[in-house]
């Protein structure tokens, strides 16, 4: 039997729970954690029994022992910690968005090349609702794809009495984030209007900022294009009342022989109402992930390609760049 991979963790915030779970189900070993806030490293050190916790990242690699490493720290950490990686020849998984810009990923990829495989952590596509649409589509029940429709909505940026909006709370950078909606939230949903309809291009946007005193958008309506005068549209408000504070989805695609409606959990072939799954959302959370580090581990051991290859990911940042070039907002490079 194979050694199993030996893993390297850098970040320990909240979405490393979920790393840490699917990298346990994938079969890896975790060898070491990473944070600069020491505190959060031990913390997560105790609850999985992992021995080694770090504060710096190059000494961590310095010490070394893993052959990949996990990057779920905030954007500004991805590039550094994966040309380290890079230079020790370990393997990088890197949370989405891989850079804060095309051009530093583009500066990125070419730093690392082929020394190493990688991959982005863009585990949306592989929701449980989302991947109930892939496989509806795939056994060809509606046809060949001729329109989509993604709507995003949340009320998490709505005011509330006595206290700051839901995320802003939840995630206090945005106070100082000139973009977020495209770039936090719905890069996710033209990640998955790439991987169901193939390549996109952003032809026109708009963007809007209907909560008060955050400096980037919460509201976008975005028009994209593909082959042979294929047309999809995506749109999202996290100032929207009524909706849930997490925000949730709509997707409607289009084919030749049916169309699929998802709404939230619940998807359905319209028409067929009465033959809909719905999908326990917050219970299956974890599938996302668990499908994530799994590909990467079985990617690493057949050397079979990526999913979400830094290549293909690079693709998505592009577009979420262009809806900002669409919108005339510019992108400081």
Same mark, same amino acid.
């Given at each position: 039997?194979?050694?199993?991979?030996?893993?390297?963790?850098?970040?320990?915030?909240?979405?490393?729970?979920?790393?840490?779970?699917?990298?346990?189900?994938?079969?890896?070993?975790?060898?070491?954690?990473?944070? @600069?806030?020491?505190?959060?490293?031990?913390?997560?050190?105790?609850?999985?029994?992992?021995?080694?916790?770090?504060?710096?990242?190059?000494?961590?690699?310095?010490?070394?022992?893993?052959?990949?490493?996990?990057?779920?720290?905030?954007? /500004?950490?991805?590039?550094?910690?994966?040309?380290?990686?890079?230079?020790?020849?370990?393997?990088?998984?890197? #949370?989405?968005?891989?850079?804060?810009?095309?051009?530093?990923?583009?500066?990125?990829?070419? $730093?690392?090349?082929?020394?190493?495989?990688?991959?982005?952590?863009?585990? &949306?596509?592989?929701?449980?609702? &989302?991947?109930?649409?892939?496989?509806?589509?795939?056994?060809?029940?509606?046809?060949?794809?001729?329109?989509?429709?993604?709507?995003?909505?949340?009320?998490?940026?709505?005011?509330?009495?006595?206290?700051?909006?839901?995320?802003?709370?939840? #995630?206090?950078?945005?106070? /100082?984030?000139?973009?977020?909606?495209?770039?936090?939230?719905?890069?996710?949903?033209?990640?998955?209007?790439?991987?169901?309809?193939?390549?996109?291009?952003?032809?026109?946007?708009?963007?809007?900022?209907?909560?008060?005193?955050?400096?980037?958008?919460?509201?976008?309506?975005?028009?994209?294009?593909?082959?042979?005068?294929?047309?999809?549209?995506?749109?999202?408000?996290?100032?929207?009342?009524? $909706?849930?504070?997490?925000?949730?989805?709509?997707?409607?695609?289009?084919?030749?022989?049916? @169309?699929?409606?998802?709404?939230?959990?619940?998807?359905?072939?319209? /028409?067929?109402?009465?033959?809909?799954?719905?999908?326990?959302?917050?219970?299956? $959370?974890?599938?996302?992930?668990?499908?994530?580090?799994?590909?990467?581990?079985?990617?690493?051991?057949?050397?079979?390609?990526?999913?979400?290859?830094?290549?293909?990911?690079?693709?998505?940042?592009?577009?979420?760049?262009?809806? &900002?070039?669409?919108?005339?907002?510019?992108?400081?490079?």
């Amino acid at each position: 039997m194979a050694e199993p991979l030996r893993v390297a963790l850098v970040g320990c915030g909240l979405i490393s729970l979920y790393h840490l779970r699917a990298w346990k189900a994938a079969g890896a070993e975790i060898v070491a954690l990473c944070d @600069t806030d020491i505190d959060k490293a031990k913390a997560r050190a105790d609850e999985f029994g992992i021995s080694r916790v770090h504060a710096d990242a190059g000494e961590m690699f310095a010490q070394g022992g893993f052959d990949a490493v996990d990057i779920a720290a905030s954007v /500004g950490a991805h590039a550094p910690v994966a040309r380290i990686a890079a230079d020790h020849g370990v393997h990088i998984m890197c #949370q989405k968005p891989l850079t804060e810009t095309v051009a530093e990923a583009e500066a990125l990829i070419d $730093y690392v090349g082929d020394r190493v495989r990688f991959m982005v952590h863009e585990n &949306y596509r592989f929701r449980p609702h &989302y991947m109930t649409v892939r496989r509806w589509i795939e056994e060809g029940r509606i046809g060949e794809i001729r329109h989509a429709a993604i709507t995003c909505r949340g009320s998490g940026l709505c005011p509330r009495d006595g206290a700051p909006p839901f995320l802003i709370e939840r #995630q206090p950078y945005l106070t /100082g984030f000139r973009r977020n909606l495209v770039f936090e939230t719905m890069i996710h949903h033209l990640d998955v209007l790439r991987c169901l309809c193939g390549p996109l291009t952003v032809v026109a946007a708009r963007l809007n900022r209907l909560a008060e005193g955050l400096p980037g958008e919460d509201t976008a309506a975005i028009l994209l294009s593909g082959e042979d005068g294929f047309i999809a549209t995506a749109d999202g408000c996290l100032v929207a009342p009524g $909706y849930p504070q997490l925000h949730g989805d709509r997707l409607e695609v289009i084919g030749t022989k049916g @169309t699929i409606l998802m709404e939230l959990n619940r998807i359905h072939i319209v /028409g067929a109402e009465g033959e809909a799954e719905e999908v326990d959302l917050l219970g299956r $959370y974890q599938e996302c992930f668990d499908t994530v580090m799994a590909g990467f581990v079985q990617g690493l051991r057949d050397g079979t390609p990526f999913e979400t290859d830094r290549l293909d990911n690079l693709e998505t940042l592009r577009l979420m760049e262009s809806v &900002y070039a669409a919108a005339g907002v510019e992108i400081e490079q």
